[in-house]
């Protein structure tokens, strides 16, 4: 079972930047990282995703440009916001999968989660 904790959110103004960042208990199994939203009333969202072990990362169409995501270390990701905006407030979570050839962009691909952390972006 790995064990995802997400860290680094909180409340920002819009324009402003927030980092967050995803330590993995073990990711020997993994094939891919990601990193998901969801706000309130609406299905959770795709943000990026990260290859793990080639470090290829992909982005949502809604953050191409303003989010950056790092993998840091074998066990450690960071997802770097730039230029947030009110639409960027949701809980963000940390996700993995060991899952070949999925679609990575796809909640349901993903069986490990963190417990999310909060993001707002205040006008």
């Known amino acids: 079972q790995v064990q995802l904790v997400e860290s680094g959110g909180g409340l920002v103004q819009a324009g402003g930047s927030l980092r967050l960042s995803c330590v993995a208990s073990?990711?020997?199994?993994?094939?891919?990282m990601g990193w998901f939203r969801q706000a309130p009333g609406k299905e959770r969202e795709f943000v990026g995703s990260?290859?793990?072990?080639?470090?290829?990362i992909y982005y949502g169409d809604s953050v191409k440009g303003r989010f950056t995501i790092s993998k840091v270390n074998e066990d450690t990701m960071y997802l770097q916001m730039n230029s947030l905006k009110p639409e960027d407030t949701a809980v963000y979570y940390c996700?993995?999968?060991?899952?070949?050839?999925?679609?990575?962009?796809?909640?349901?691909?993903?069986?490990?989660w963190g417990q999310g952390t909060q993001v707002t972006v205040d006008t």
């Open positions: 073990d990711t020997f199994s993994l094939y891919y």
């Open positions: 996700a993995g999968s060991p899952i070949w050839g999925i679609s990575f962009n796809t909640t349901t691909n993903y069986p490990y």
């Open positions: 990260v290859r793990w072990s080639l470090g290829i």
